[in-house]
């Protein structure tokens, strides 16, 4: 499944440092501006305790995590949405992306220049919602101008979608994002159609200092009262930490690391699970001898649509999908023993995934 998180953020807050700790890819960390021009792909891991639990038991040959694409876009400076610093470009790489992560630097240091050469983490998220108001504004308005000559045929598409396009348009005007519009459920696929970067859902990242790693800092309550209306949920992530911690090579050290610091959990691996979120992903599991393994869907998918994850003929050819749940399976043990237990199910096209499933499509090609 190919989905993707952007990391964005103003230039200097820290994305690049965060990019390189919790992904595969390796972008230029650097303590001026524009450090990174062209977008960095990586690969994330989900971690999963329950993967690990069901190899224990199924002893497979190979062991597969789900994993999940991230994009390091280049740092975003006022007047973007007018071509300024590398405004286009960033504005086009955030456009690609299935939902955001926004860095924003809450620590000071006097050795870290900022763009705008004061730390205030409202007034930096501000010019990045201000840039992708404005563009998105661009686009609605013209599509907008477009709706309303073709309204004036009285067709009922064509002044739905004028409606619909007026209160987008207002309520950018109004110095808010489209998340934030009242639009009926049944109107939400034309918004999405439109594929604007303030429809996007958004997880805001606080990168703080060590000593604010745990519990934050009065710069991360000052944003956390800013959006409190937004819907967007907050997370607190020191990217010195992470950086340091990606740099120990046994699962071992990082945990004493970690104790040191006092913290149950890397910064990198919430992060990592609360994208998974965002971007309303579930697992499911298959396990064999040969193979346990994590898959990705949408929330909401039908078992066809997981079965097509594997391979497309899996959902071409459906008959029906063997599913197990997750606890069933820890509770006894085995496939057999689930069996013996009645605790399998047979389910057909309309069965809904959810999250822990462990299933076995039987299809025809």
Not at 73 to 98: C, H, P, V, W, Y
Not at 241 to 252: D, F, Q, V, W
């Amino acid at each position: 499944m190919s989905l993707k998180c952007g990391i964005v953020g103003l230039p200097n807050v820290g994305k690049s440092t965060l990019f390189n700790a919790i992904s595969s890819g390796k972008a230029l960390a650097a303590n001026y501006p524009f450090a990174t021009k062209e977008p960095n792909i990586g690969m994330i891991t989900v971690p999963d305790d329950r993967l690990n639990k069901l190899a224990e038991l199924v002893k497979p040959q190979n062991l597969l995590p789900t994993t999940v694409e991230i994009v390091d876009i280049a740092g975003l400076i006022k007047g973007a949405s007018q071509g300024e610093g590398l405004g286009n470009q960033f504005l086009a790489n955030i456009r690609e992306t299935d939902a955001i992560i926004h860095v924003v630097r809450c620590f000071k240091d006097d050795n870290v220049v900022h763009v705008d050469g004061s730390v205030d983490p409202i007034r930096d998220k501000q010019v990045i919602d201000i840039e992708l108001q404005l563009k998105d504004l661009d686009t609605v308005e013209k599509a907008h101008q477009k709706a309303t000559r073709n309204a004036k045929s009285n067709e009922k598409s064509a002044l739905k979608a004028l409606e619909i396009l007026t209160v987008l348009k207002n309520t950018l005007e109004e110095g808010k994002s489209v998340r934030a519009a009242e639009i009926a459920k049944e109107d939400l696929p034309f918004v999405k159609e439109m594929n604007l970067l303030t429809m996007k859902p958004i997880l805001y990242v606080c990168n703080v200092d060590e000593n604010s790693a745990k519990e934050g800092n009065e710069m991360v309550n000052a944003l956390k009262e800013h959006i409190k209306d937004e819907g967007a949920e907050v997370m607190i992530v020191s990217a010195a930490i992470e950086e340091e911690i990606s740099t120990l090579e046994s699962g071992e050290e990082q945990k004493e690391f970690l104790a040191e610091m006092g913290l149950e959990r890397s910064g990198t691996e919430k992060l990592i699970q609360k994208a998974y979120d965002l971007l309303d992903l579930i697992t499911y599991f298959t396990a064999g001898e040969k193979e346990v393994r994590a898959w990705t869907v949408r929330r909401g998918s039908k078992a066809p649509q997981a079965a097509g994850v594997i391979h497309t003929d899996f959902e071409k050819g459906f008959i029906r999908a063997e599913v197990i749940k997750y606890d069933d399976f820890v509770q006894y043990g085995s496939e057999q023993a689930i069996k013996e237990a009645g605790k399998m199910n047979v389910e057909g096209k309309e069965y809904t995934v959810i999250d822990g499933d462990i299933m076995h499509f039987r299809f025809n090609v």
